[in-house]
């Protein structure tokens, strides 16, 4: 395609410069030589008709003498570059312009038919063998007392005729030579405005067709090629991003999994020869456990990331109390704080605060940030949980007092696998999926999460959820804020 578009257009342009010369040539020459034969035969008939009514006629009726009307013709004939004639109705010649005619001998033209001037304005031809090469001849009949007592025949050379077109086809040449080297610049700015650009395009689709994503290039025009090769880069450049993405995944799912299953290996291989000796079985077997325990977190946490990318936006929104579900989840992490002497604060707005989500989803989100907050706490602080009402949202609060995000984290914590090298110490069984689960939901409920934290000294999760109608109606009896430990 690349190839012959632009000889197609080339050729194109080469056939219209053929045919252009090929028509001024054959058809306007014709053209231009039938007007110029119009033209000439239309002067000539008014010059011979005058003659015809004032000389000629002069002549016939002995008003003029035959000297004079041969001065008055031969000044005209020259004038004119015509030859003129003066026949009798029978052909006898009785004034020729070129030549004074000896009265004592009659010269006729044989054949002469005046109606052969009936069917046309003029005749082609050497007038009835009269002259040697081609002429123009126009008749117009001399009248005396209303009769025709002869013609003037007026001839004009078809040569200077044909000279004549030949100058005006010169010209026509010029103009059609002028209008193609202005043609020139349409297949330049054809070139520079879409073949160029087009190439561009066509190169970038083949890299992309051959997988290379990450090709770029520019069109720097504002119009509708411009704006393709603007979307073709975009297109690719999010291709590419997924791609990176996908293969910084996998990577990391790779890594993830390879690390228990490495040291469970290690453990029991070492059981097996006897290195690790049958009394400290059960210690050893208890840390294969665990690394069971976090592959099983892996597994889980990356099918429910998968679940919520190909279900995308379905989501089974009800009306739900999100307060009693913070109490639930916070009874489900007492064992936790117990151990960890944390103390779960729950600030909540009145009894019950509906809102209208996917409550299994936010369920989730709830765990999520709640079991950060004690995973990165310090043991005898508190978690504290808060819900607050802002028109028609709802706004949760997790905040702790723990070790904090680093301000150059902040913004990673939500991608796959990012854990903070503050929390690697704290927090083994991480699997850095959490967060992007619970960015995830809240995507998918166009609802949003933020994070507020100062490095040792705590963060703040905050997220967003749709008030339910529900409200309304428990409004009128008036909300107050409850708070439980
Ligand atoms: P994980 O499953 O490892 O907890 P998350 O996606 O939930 O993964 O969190 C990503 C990282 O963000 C954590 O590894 C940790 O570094 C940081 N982080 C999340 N929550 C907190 C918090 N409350 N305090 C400090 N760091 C946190």
Redesign the pocket.
């Known amino acids: 395609m690349r190839k012959t578009l632009y000889l197609k257009f080339v050729l194109a342009y080469i056939l219209f410069g053929i045919f252009g010369f090929i028509m001024v040539a054959s058809v306007i020459s014709n053209m231009d030589l039938d007007h110029e034969k119009q033209v000439q035969a239309d002067a000539l008939l008014t010059e011979a008709t005058t003659i015809a009514n004032t000389y000629a006629a002069d002549l016939y009726n002995s008003e003029a003498s035959i000297d004079s009307v041969y001065t008055q013709l031969g000044a005209l004939s020259s004038y004119n570059n015509a030859r003129i004639l003066i026949l009798n109705p029978s052909g006898r010649m009785v004034v020729d312009s070129a030549k004074e005619l000896d009265p004592d001998v009659a010269v006729t033209v044989e054949g002469f038919d005046p109606a052969d001037f009936s069917g046309s304005p003029y005749l082609e031809g050497t007038f009835y063998d009269t002259f040697d090469e081609d002429q123009i001849c126009v008749l117009a009949p001399i009248a005396s007392n209303y009769r025709t007592v002869g013609y003037v025949i007026m001839c004009y050379p078809m040569s200077l005729v044909v000279a004549s077109t030949q100058q005006v086809l010169q010209i026509s040449y010029v103009e059609l030579l002028i209008l193609l080297l202005l043609s020139v610049i349409i297949l330049i700015f054809f070139t520079e405005i879409v073949y160029v650009p087009l190439r561009k395009i066509t190169k970038a689709t083949e890299q992309y067709a051959a997988g290379n994503m990450h090709y770029t290039f520019t069109v720097d025009s504002e119009d509708e090629m411009g704006y393709l090769a603007a979307s073709l880069n975009y297109m690719a450049g999010e291709i590419a991003g997924k791609e990176d993405d996908q293969k910084k995944f996998i990577a990391n799912v790779s890594h993830d999994f390879r690390s228990p299953l490495t040291s469970i290996h290690g453990f029991l291989e070492a059981m097996l020869d006897g290195t690790i000796p049958p009394e400290l079985h059960g210690k050893y077997l208890k840390v294969c456990l665990n690394e069971t325990d976090r592959l099983t977190k892996l597994t889980n ?1 990356l099918l429910t990331l998968n679940n919520l990318n190909t279900r995308g936006m379905i989501l089974n929104k009800t009306d739900f109390d999100l307060n009693e579900m913070i109490r639930q989840v916070a009874a489900s992490f007492e064992h936790q704080c117990h151990t960890k002497k944390i103390t779960l604060s729950l600030v909540l707005t009145g009894k019950e605060l509906y809102v209208n989500a996917d409550a299994g989803r936010i369920q989730q989100v709830l765990y ?1 940030l709640v ?3 004690i ?2 706490s310090h043991p005898d602080s508190t978690v504290k949980v808060e819900t607050t009402e802002r028109g028609h949202k709802v706004f949760t609060s997790v905040k ?1 007092t ?4 680093p301000k150059e ?1 902040q913004k990673l ?2 991608d796959r696998f ?3 090298d ?3 110490g704290k ?1 083994k069984m ?7 689960i ?1 960015r995830e939901i809240l995507r998918a409920h166009g609802e949003n999460i933020n994070v507020v ?1 100062t490095e040792g000294v ?2 703040e ?1 905050i997220f967003t959820l749709e008030r339910s109608n529900y409200n309304d109606a428990l409004d009128e009896n008036g909300s107050s804020h409850e708070e439980t430990e």
């Open positions: 946490d999520n079991d950060n907050a995973k990165f702790d723990g070790i904090g995000i984290d914590i939500f990012y854990k903070t503050l929390s690697r927090d991480g699997t850095g999926l959490g967060l992007s619970v934290s705590g963060s999760f």
